[in-house]
């Protein structure tokens, strides 16, 4: 799959048009890899260096999806590419896919060379890891957190904080001189690009005048102190995790289970939109679904049993698979809802920043 996707290194970026992105993961686990723990989805524009970030539950590849549909509606341009690092949730046939579907154009980083990668890896740090820190979260709560404090992020950042861009690198002997644009704000880029509509330039300059700068760092602050309520702290393992609490913590690897990684095809099959046999659970569902809301945390395998009991002759083995990947949407819906249901959507591709409240 890699080498179908072509490889572009940090000199090949040369001076691109608003609308191609770096995009990168932001590990929130607080130095273990163990366990389950927060991601930010995290993009940079390399013209404007504007900058959007969503949290996801887990490193998965439909999760990308999701999280790049929130943040094309916010972009203020049109999103024409991407370049990414060779993680496997970036790196496969489900997001090549919706590339080329989406007209976009996917390109990837050499491995092992992170300076490929230099204008999200800065943002990674400078925003980032600045706003949200090193600490380990998890679940549910902690990601709606996560949310709302990179949404007030989001609009500082691109508003209000100038930045430095590098302009050239000269060579002088064996030292090499860097040389910079005048500091500037994302938004200040965009609307001094040639390459913007001046319809988006309205828009930007209608959105930034709605602004306060002043209320966007107090948002900021009370969604740090939220988050930092909510640090879990180290991993911990423990026997018979019975609660909703519990079992929404540990989603990000519930709904995991049962799933397979799409592997490249060279063409894609028909889309079937038809049962090829009756669903075997349509009249006990509703059972299903209530035996799921009393104990969250049941694996399929002790549901096919209870269905057992009550029917022995309908409800055998060979269904566990059926009714695993049935159990994992319902999971995988519920996480969604949860977590994308927190932050207010914008319908509207071009409204893509809040404003202020009326005073009074």
Known sequence: MAKEIPIKTFADWKEPVPGFLEIDFVVHGGGSMAGEYLHSLVVTDVASEWVEAVALLAREQHLVIEGLNRIRKLLPVTLRGIDSDNDGAFINDTL??????????????????????????????AVIRRMVGHERFSGIVAGQALAQLLEAVRLYVNYYQPSFKLRERVRVGGKVKKLYHPPATPCDRLLAHVGVDAEVKVTLRKQRDGLDPVELLHRIRQGQAALAALSTGAPTDGPGRKSLDQFLAGLPEQWRLGEVRP??????????????????????????????????????????????????????????????????????????????????????????????????
């Not at 154009?105 to 060379?113: I, K, W």
């Not at 591709?349 to 009326?358: H, M």
């Open 96 to 125: 090549a896919t919706y590339c080329k579907e989406a007209d976009i154009t996917f390109t990837r980083s050499r491995p092992h060379h992170k300076n490929d990668q230099a204008w999200i890896e800065q943002k990674n740090g």
């Open 263 to 360: 592997t490249h095809r060279k063409e894609e099959p028909k889309a079937r939109h038809w049962r090829t046999r009756e669903d075997p659970f349509k009249d006990v569902w509703t059972d299903i679904l209530l035996w799921l809301q009393e104990e969250p945390d049941s694996i399929a395998k002790d549901l096919l049993e209870k269905l057992y009991e009550k029917d022995p002759g309908q409800f055998g083995g060979q269904l566990l698979r059926t009714l695993q990947r049935r159990v994992g949407e319902w999971r995988r819906t519920l996480a969604r809802k949860l977590v994308f249901g927190g932050v207010e959507e914008r319908n509207d591709v071009q409204a893509f920043a809040a404003p202020r409240p009326p005073a009074g």
